[in-house]
């Protein structure tokens, strides 16, 4: 299509370790049917990034957000989580209104937005078939959280969004989701990491009211008193 343009990249971390990562997401076909499915995504959208997305966000973050996948026509089109659909309007908008992110909408890589003591990922890295990649391609995908936690060596705090955030975080973490019941708002005390739950800010809990903007709120409220704070994180 004339002048359309596909994004020339991610916003690749300036600090070393991450940006290795990155590169390593970015290049990833370990699942057959994910990457057909992202290359069919090229044919059809010139103006997508539709290659797996890393993480963004400060190589010195104390708050963890871990989300599920990318959107189609959200992070696969810009390559930024987050970022160009309705459940990024609701994350960066709770992020900026507690300070941890400069602006409350992000539009994508070069649109000037920081966040500060914060770093966004996901369970996974490829836009799914329906929005649902299946628990192999999930667990494919651990290794590239696994990596991204050894190099954010200041993150005390993580808020999981949704149960497949939730127990990715806690396998990443050698620890077994069974013996943590996810729940809206629930916290759990790990070691070496104060883990807290939401529901997820996709439009099937947003739009049904399941996931409220006062209770979306409340929980990045917490999770960044708790980052911030030099006390341990108390239940």
């Known amino acids: 299509m004339t002048g359309v343009k596909r994004p020339a990249g991610h916003d690749r971390p300036r600090h070393r370790g991450l940006a290795r990562v990155a590169d390593a997401i970015v290049a990833c076909r370990a699942c057959p049917r ?138 990443a973490r050698g620890l077994r989701p069974s013996a943590f019941a996810f729940a809206h708002g629930a916290e759990h005390a790990l070691p070496g990491l104060h883990l807290i739950d939401s529901y997820h800010c996709s439009r099937q809990n947003t739009n049904t009211g399941r996931l409220t903007r006062a209770m979306f709120a409340r929980v990045f409220a917490r999770a960044a008193l708790l980052a911030r704070s030099d006390a341990p994180a108390v239940l």
């Not at 189609?72 to 609701?90: C, I, P, Q, Y």
């Not at 799914?128 to 954010?152: D, M, S, Y």
């Open 34 to 171: 994910l990457s057909a499915y992202l290359d069919a995504s090229r044919e059809r959208f010139a103006d997508h990034w539709c290659r797996p997305v890393p993480g963004f966000g400060d190589p010195g973050a104390r708050l963890l957000v871990v989300g599920l996948a990318p959107g189609l026509h959200g992070a696969n089109k810009t390559g930024r989580v987050f970022t160009f659909d309705s459940s990024g309007e609701w994350l960066y908008r709770a992020l900026h209104e507690v300070g941890l992110s400069s602006a409350a909408i992000s539009r994508g890589p070069g649109d000037g937005l920081a966040l500060r003591d914060v770093f966004i990922t996901g369970a996974a890295r490829c836009a799914p078939p329906q929005n649902k990649p299946t628990p192999e391609e999930v667990a494919r995908c651990r290794p590239f959280l696994e990596a991204e936690l050894g190099h954010l060596g200041r993150v005390r705090v993580a808020v999981a969004l949704g149960r497949i955030a939730h127990d990715q975080l806690l396998r």
